[in-house]
């Protein structure tokens, strides 16, 4: 619809199916097929009621029950039994091995009268287990360099790689001097205790290097876990041909996992996410006349994101001995040309995130007019904390055990194993709480001025209020300073207009006209 990524808008059941509105929209639900009654997508020039989005509006009926009983039931299975190996599989016993594929996914419904012209129900619920193996080709520590032996490390022409000593630095004229570590071993004595146990974190070699530098000489099938549940249940009532209302409840989580190919899965760089999102609504539809109908609308919906490392809550800095930075997770140890330790994701805690809707709308018609008011409020919270590096990243380079001014020389390993990083940071961000609100009004009239000609008229005013509190600058602890880079904007009327005209027999010419203002899209406010 021409719009920013993401920036659409989305509807179920005349309710909000949208992220807070704070940052990036994104959709919260995504409904089963088998629990969609109808579905509606307009992509340029609709009408009033809809706004706060510069891009599409996608709208949403989910089914409900009626005087007989109906259901269904589904089952789709895919297994890496009906897969080949892939080209790069590692060879287990002289046979090549393939990444575990299982992949279910499985649901059903049902739906029918409580009491018959009076009350219905419908239940929807689809599962998914799915289980996605992938190869993951590493370099790791050969046995000869967790010994602090690098007497056998060379480059790919199979020239000795030599290591220095950067305790024995001195200057040298304009220059600074080491002195190499005699046979190009590091003594026990000089090796780190605490860079001793994080080689064993590391997989163990399990095939031969791809050259002489010992490249790739790791390679084991990992596999990347999803679990998937939504349900949902509706209910609708009817009081008299004149009332009746609605209260749909809906659940989803989608949970990721992995199975490591380290050792101990807390030395995993990659993240998983354990995720869910739950909302309830209530709908009341009046007929106050045969003319005149008003809905009113309550949507209340929470979602948890927490995105998380394996290492978090093993208190892996005092297994190895770490010490200054936070307990809470494995840190990320990058050494050059070989594998890393940990992520740089470690945690981020996104929960509660709340929001609240109030709609209510008011339709008449009267002649040729079919005539249309109504105003939303919703309130939204975002509650987090983000630890992408609390305990700590550390990088590890040739450059402490390289003779000063040779790139030819020096190992990262070896730095790693003197206990000599070249970089350190922690981030860790202030704990969040932020809330805004947002507003609007419209009015829409759609009139019927002949046969031939029918004109949209319409005008709808958005406002946001700016997150408070604001969100800090930077992603330091200690900082007290905040930015707030949004106005208020206090004149969004988006004016409406559209046309269409029946010229001849099978020539209907359309056209339209239309103000939108988006939401902020910033993470920074």
Do not use: C
Not at 482 to 505: C, E, H, Q
């Amino acid at each position: 619809a021409g719009g920013r990524a993401q920036s659409q808008m989305f509807w179920i059941d005349g309710a909000s199916g949208q992220n807070m509105r704070l940052g990036i929209g994104q959709m919260d639900t995504d409904p089963p097929v088998e629990l969609i009654d109808e579905i509606k997508v307009l992509s340029n020039n609709y009408s009033a009621e809809f706004g706060g989005s510069n891009g599409g509006v996608i709208i949403e009926t989910t089914k409900s029950g009626t005087n007989q009983f109906h259901g269904s039931a589904l089952e789709y299975l895919r297994n890496d039994l009906m897969d080949a190996p892939g080209f790069f599989a590692p060879i287990v016993n002289g046979e090549k091995s393939k990444p575990k594929l299982r992949y279910n996914l499985f649901g059903g419904t049902i739906g029918g009268p409580v009491i018959k012209n009076k009350t219905f129900f419908f239940f929807d619920y689809e599962g998914s287990r799915r289980r996605t193996g992938y190869t993951s080709t590493l370099t790791v520590p050969s046995l000869l360099q967790r010994a602090g032996d690098f007497s056998k490390t060379t480059t790919a022409a199979g020239a000795l790689i030599p290591i220095y000593d950067p305790s024995s630095t001195a200057a040298s004229g304009n220059t600074f001097v080491r002195q190499p570590f005699p046979g190009n071993v590091i003594p026990a004595a000089a090796q780190d205790p605490v860079a001793l146990k994080l080689l064993g974190y590391f997989p163990l070699p399990n095939r031969a290097a791809d050259n002489a530098t010992g490249a790739n000489n790791f390679r084991g099938n990992g596999a990347n876990t999803l679990t998937h549940d939504f349900w949902s249940i509706k209910g609708d009532h009817n009081f008299s041909s004149k009332d009746r209302i609605t209260g749909r409840y809906m659940f989803n989580r989608d949970n990721t996992n992995i199975l490591s190919v380290f050792p101990d899965p807390g030395a995993e760089t990659a993240s998983f996410n354990v995720a869910n999102q739950k909302s309830a609504l209530g709908d009341w539809i009046h007929t106050i006349s045969p003319t005149t109908v008003n809905e009113f609308r309550v949507n209340i919906a929470r979602r948890v994101a927490h995105a998380l490392s394996s290492g978090v809550g093993g208190d892996y800095p005092t297994k190895i001995g770490l010490k200054g930075v936070s307990n809470n997770a494995f840190p990320n140890v990058t050494t050059a040309g070989f594998t890393a330790l940990g992520s740089t994701n470690q945690e981020r805690q996104q929960y509660p995130i709340d929001q609240q809707q109030f709609v209510e709308n008011l339709s008449h018609v009267r002649g040729r007019h079919s005539l249309k008011g109504g105003f939303e409020l919703r309130r939204s919270r975002n509650h987090e904390i983000n630890l992408p590096t609390a305990s700590g990243s550390f990088g590890f380079a040739t450059q402490p055990t390289g003779q000063p001014g040779n790139a030819a020389t020096g190992n990262a390993m070896a730095s790693l194993l003197l206990g000599f990083p070249s970089t350190f940071t922690a981030q860790q961000t202030d704990e969040l709480d932020r809330y805004s609100y947002y507003m609007a009004a419209f009015f829409q009239d759609d009139w019927t001025v002949s046969r031939s000609l029918t004109l949209n008229l319409g005008v709808r005013y958005d406002v946001q209020l700016i997150p408070q509190p604001p969100q800090p600058n930077t992603l330091t602890p200690l900082t007290t300073l905040y930015t707030s880079t949004i106005n208020i904007d206090k004149n969004n009327f988006a004016p409406r207009l559209g046309v269409a005209w029946n010229m001849a027999k099978g020539t209907v010419l359309r056209a339209g006209y239309g103000m939108f203002y988006a939401k902020t899209t910033n993470s920074t406010y």
